[in-house]
């Protein structure tokens, strides 16, 4: 006796009810692509025209212009001398390497796409925080996104609006939105109920107690929320270029299926270079925030 023959006392569909249910679902996608797909590309469109300008912005503007500027906003997030030479640094290497245009049309979608994710991400946040109803009913959601593999929701989002750069900024939102939602929802449910009750007790409305009270109190853990999206959106480079998205990732997988070593280290560690940087701007600009937090 097999160790399998118990699964023949258990009723299964077979295979042509399968090929039958598959059927129809794909062909009710296809439909709803066929018939909404124009509309939503239309939605998307302003989306892409912003995304285009911004990635011809840094691409045509000079390099030292736009290590200046780097250098410029690392400073003023840190206040640190070293992470400011450490991005100047990093930069010029980056160009020195001839890493140069596919790196700023990574930070294009990179800075996008986490922009979009907090916006989306940090209104969610406050919701599940101020209701529990909200929050049991958007966990399971976040639950999947973070355990679905990327490959899996590419194939809507392609064979819906096909390859290029929007896709690809969906794509990277749905990977990378999960941490700011949650962080913001923690950051805001850890704030001491005696510290609010106080803020109502001098006649707080539930506005002035959310924006002057809770947010200010949650915002390392909003930033860390920041952080791990940024860290995550870069981690979709890779998976991105699949679908048409141009910069570091592309070169990455053309050294996969070409077994180009040297290339494949090379825009690898770019997107470290990257991360790196990205991680120590926004964990400095936490920490100096509470630091002045504290001090008033």
Same mark, same amino acid.
């Given at each position: 006796?097999?160790?399998? @023959?118990?699964?023949?006392?258990?009723?299964?569909?077979?295979?042509?009810?399968?090929?039958?249910?598959?059927?129809?679902?794909?062909g009710a996608y296809r439909s709803f692509s066929r018939e909404y797909g124009d509309s939503i590309e239309a939605?998307?469109?302003?989306?892409?025209?912003?995304?285009?300008?911004?990635?011809?912005?840094?691409?045509? %503007?000079?390099?030292?212009?736009?290590?200046?500027?780097?250098?410029?906003?690392?400073? #003023?997030?840190?206040? @640190?001398?070293?992470?400011?030479? &450490?991005?100047?640094?990093?930069?010029?290497?980056?160009?020195?390497? &001839?890493?140069?245009?596919?790196?700023?049309?990574?930070?294009?979608?990179?800075?996008? *796409?986490?922009?979009?994710?907090?916006?989306?991400?940090?209104?969610?946040?406050?919701?599940?925080?101020? %209701?529990?109803?909200?929050? *049991?009913?958007?966990?399971? #959601?976040?639950?999947?996104?973070?355990?679905?593999?990327?490959?899996?929701?590419?194939?809507?989002?392609?064979? =819906?609006? &096909?390859?290029?750069?929007?896709?690809? #900024?969906?794509?990277?939102?749905?990977?990378?939105?999960?941490?700011?939602?949650?962080?913001?929802?923690?950051? $805001?449910?850890?704030?001491?109920?005696?510290?609010?009750?106080?803020?109502?007790?001098?006649?707080?409305?539930?506005?002035?107690?959310?924006?002057?009270?809770?947010?200010?109190?949650?915002?390392?853990?909003?930033?860390?929320?920041?952080?791990?999206?940024?860290?995550?959106?870069?981690?979709?480079?890779?998976?991105? @270029?699949?679908?048409?998205?141009?910069?570091?990732?592309?070169?990455? =997988?053309?050294?996969?299926?070409?077994?180009?070593?040297?290339?494949?280290?090379?825009?690898?560690?770019?997107?470290?270079? =990257?991360? $790196?940087?990205?991680?120590?701007?926004?964990?400095?600009?936490?920490?100096?925030?509470?630091?002045?937090?504290?001090?008033?």
């Amino acid at each position: 006796m097999s160790d399998s @023959s118990w699964l023949s006392d258990i009723p299964q569909l077979d295979r042509h009810q399968l090929l039958d249910i598959r059927k129809t679902l794909d062909g009710a996608y296809r439909s709803f692509s066929r018939e909404y797909g124009d509309s939503i590309e239309a939605f998307f469109d302003p989306l892409l025209t912003f995304l285009i300008w911004f990635e011809k912005l840094l691409l045509s %503007s000079p390099w030292w212009l736009v290590i200046a500027v780097l250098a410029v906003f690392a400073y #003023v997030a840190s206040r @640190s001398w070293k992470l400011t030479l &450490g991005v100047v640094v990093a930069f010029f290497l980056i160009g020195f390497f &001839g890493m140069w245009d596919n790196t700023m049309r990574t930070m294009s979608i990179i800075l996008v *796409s986490t922009l979009l994710a907090v916006i989306i991400g940090i209104p969610i946040g406050i919701a599940m925080a101020r %209701s529990d109803r909200v929050q *049991s009913t958007v966990t399971p #959601v976040l639950d999947i996104m973070q355990t679905m593999p990327a490959f899996v929701y590419l194939i809507p989002v392609v064979m =819906l609006l &096909g390859i290029g750069k929007i896709p690809g #900024v969906i794509a990277v939102i749905i990977y990378a939105v999960p941490p700011v939602i949650r962080l913001t929802n923690l950051g $805001i449910r850890l704030v001491d109920k005696e510290v609010l009750e106080a803020a109502t007790a001098y006649g707080a409305s539930p506005m002035q107690r959310l924006f002057g009270v809770q947010l200010p109190l949650a915002m390392p853990n909003i930033m860390a929320g920041i952080n791990q999206t940024i860290m995550m959106a870069l981690a979709m480079v890779v998976i991105a @270029s699949m679908i048409g998205v141009k910069g570091l990732g592309q070169p990455v =997988l053309k050294s996969i299926t070409n077994q180009y070593f040297t290339l494949g280290l090379m825009n690898g560690l770019a997107i470290v270079a =990257l991360a $790196i940087i990205f991680d120590r701007i926004s964990q400095s600009y936490a920490k100096r925030t509470l630091q002045n937090f504290g001090g008033h």
